[in-house]
């Protein structure tokens, strides 16, 4: 069954790649969608020759994007670029296709993400991209710090830290520390479940919008447990001081309850979600464009992480 690649929904006649409703998503005056006039190792190519001029930085490589609207294209910019394009890695098996899933079981747990979605190459590999949520319209910007940056730390540093501080970062900065606690607990449940075991520092943000300061939309979430096969950590960050073998005490009893000071209610509450939304979850693995190998990975490690969160189904 073909899908547009931007909902996962299934193409109607006269639609070829792309559906309507996903390219409305990107803008309501958008009626096709060129495939990138690269293939993935010209634009592996350009995202090195880039690198330096461009704001985005990562160890994955990168490419800063605007939306022609009226040509139906992504054109890259080395400045004042409105989307993220990341390419295939030879080195790392389907990242895109990976990306963008994850993405889409977070936003099934209430994680808000930006639109993203896959744009075909010209080899006919699949690009993931992202709309950068810090621009506004007109060049205008929203103030958004990473974690490293608040506490301190850099690029080289980003894993001298733990999960304890991470949440006195929140506690310090939040607007309402008692809502962001809630859902810095949400994302570590989820990058947990979903073997996101590189979330270090830089990829936590908080954003300023209006007078609040809160967790800005996720991004880089990625099951790079399935990618790795043998990686050696659960968590990026050290919890209760440990980072694999993690267990619902430390998760939850431990980090939710007691480190976080959340109330059984609220976790019962944020566990019942996600104990709602694995349904959609399988759904959304077998509708992904991931190969079928790298979704039976993918199933068996939730189930795997679930059994040891004991209860959540």
């Known amino acids: 069954m073909r899908r547009c690649p931007i909902t996962y929904e299934s193409l109607q006649a006269g639609e070829s790649t792309y559906s309507l409703r996903g390219l409305r998503r990107l803008s309501r005056a958008l009626s096709d969608l060129e495939d990138l006039p690269y293939d993935a190792e010209e634009q592996l190519r350009e995202a090195a020759q880039r690198a330096t001029k461009m704001s985005i930085q990562g160890v994955q490589p990168k490419l800063s994007a605007k939306l022609l609207v009226k040509e139906g294209r992504f054109a890259i910019v080395d400045r004042g670029g409105e989307y993220i394009l990341k390419p295939p890695n030879p080195r790392f098996p389907c990242l895109p296709e990976n990306e963008d ?22 080899d006919g590999s ?3 991209f992202i709309r950068r ?17 608040l506490a301190g730390r850099t690029r080289q540093t980003k894993y001298d830290a733990s999960m304890e501080q991470v949440a006195a970062l929140v506690e310090r900065f939040a607007t309402f520390p008692v809502v962001e606690k809630l859902e810095l607990l949400r994302r570590t449940l989820f990058c947990f479940l979903t073997g996101g075991e590189d979330m270090h520092l830089k990829n936590f943000s908080l954003i300023t919008r209006g007078p609040r300061v809160q967790f800005s939309p996720a991004y880089d979430l990625v099951n790079s447990t399935i990618v790795l096969q043998r990686a050696r950590d659960e968590l990026a960050l050290p919890l209760h001081g440990r980072q694999r073998n993690l267990r619902r005490q430390d998760l939850l009893e431990y980090f939710g309850s ?10 019962d509450e944020m566990l019942e979600k996600v ?6 979850w399988d759904c959304l693995i077998t509708a992904s464009f991931l190969p079928e190998v790298l979704k ?3 199933r068996e490690l939730l189930r795997e992480r679930r059994e040891r969160l004991a209860g959540l189904r």
């Not at 007691?258 to 976790?267: T, V």
């Open 296 to 298: 039976d990975s993918y």
């Open 126 to 128: 699949w690009t993931y």
């Open 133 to 149: 949520f810090d621009r506004l319209s007109r060049g205008r910007k929203l103030a958004v710090e990473d974690f490293a940056q």
């Open 101 to 122: 899933l994850t993405m889409r079981l977070a936003a099934q747990v209430g994680i808000e993400v930006p639109v993203h979605g896959l744009v075909r190459s010209r």
């Open 258 to 267: 007691e480190r976080l000071g959340l109330s059984p209610g609220a976790i």
């Open 275 to 280: 104990a709602a939304a694995q349904p959609e």
